[in-house]
């Protein structure tokens, strides 16, 4: 029974290998805190926090760690244009976090924004979209 569980982690260990060999750029956190537009693919290790006055454009491929997640702050924008916002490798994403103000006008003011648009995708996340911090 021992080797049967050594040679299952091997395949996984050359699974994950081989499925993340071609990874370009890698960041733990990125903090977008003035306009950002992203056309080539990235890997994120840790969270992307888009700050209030600044909007980040994806046209190309965000690849996300498991328990990692994008925070939209009050103010800030998040524009999905053609791009693709999907997990890294293996497992769920956490999602994206819209931050706003309950009690306030739905406006860029006192939210966050999240804009789909082309033909973008949101997908294999454990929550695609949801607000938070009201």
């Keep these: 029974m021992k080797n049967l ?34 056309t080539e693919e990235i890997t994120i290790t840790g969270n ?8 980040l454009t994806l046209k190309g491929r965000l690849l ?16 999905i244009d053609s791009g693709i916002l999907t997990n890294a490798c293996s497992g769920m994403w956490q999602g994206i976090e819209v931050w706003g103000t309950k009690d306030q006008p739905q406006s860029l003011v006192y ?5 789909v648009q082309n033909g973008g995708t949101i997908e294999n996340a454990v929550c695609g979209i949801r607000a938070v911090k009201m």
Aim: hydrophobic share 50%.
């Design 5 to 38: 569980k050594i040679i299952f982690l091997f395949l996984i260990a050359i699974t994950y290998q081989v499925h993340c060999q071609n990874i370009k750029w890698t960041f733990k956190d990125l903090v977008i805190s003035k306009d950002k537009e992203i």
């Design 111 to 115: 939210q966050g924004m999240v804009r």
């Design 48 to 55: 992307v926090t888009i700050k209030a006055g600044a909007t």
């Design 64 to 79: 996300m760690s498991t328990g990692s997640k994008i925070i939209i702050e009050p103010g800030a924008q998040l524009i």
